[in-house]
């Protein structure tokens, strides 16, 4: 609620951001335990279905501003950045 007042009143600019990437190795495990992955050999120790995986990632930023303090300019910066994996949940 506050946001949508500051951003109808006060000058504002914003940025929104939408990526879309490849990790070959989510769990930066070194290739012995890659290898035992792949091999099925003590599974227990691998919770997970893939160890490369896709990522979306989202960044949105705002920035507000107006002379609040007299004849000073405040500015207020609001950021959101986030990462989802598509196979490894665990990760999101």
């Known amino acids: 609620m506050i946001i949508l007042v500051l951003v109808a009143f006060w000058d504002y600019s914003y940025n929104l951001d939408i990526g879309f990437s490849y990790d070959n190795n989510v769990y ?4 012995p335990y890659i290898d035992d992955f ?3 050999v003590r599974p227990y120790r691998f919770p997970f279905e893939a160890y490369d995986d896709a990522v979306t ?3 949105f930023s705002l920035l507000v501003r107006n002379k609040f303090f007299g004849k ?5 910066n609001f950021s959101l ?3 989802n994996f598509l196979i ?4 999101n």
Do not use: I, M, P
């Open 28 to 31: 930066a495990y070194s290739q």
């Open 72 to 76: 000073r300019t405040t500015t207020f």
């Open 57 to 59: 990632g989202v960044d």
């Open 81 to 83: 950045n986030t990462d």
């Open 88 to 91: 490894n949940n665990q990760k």
């Open 38 to 40: 792949l091999n099925g």
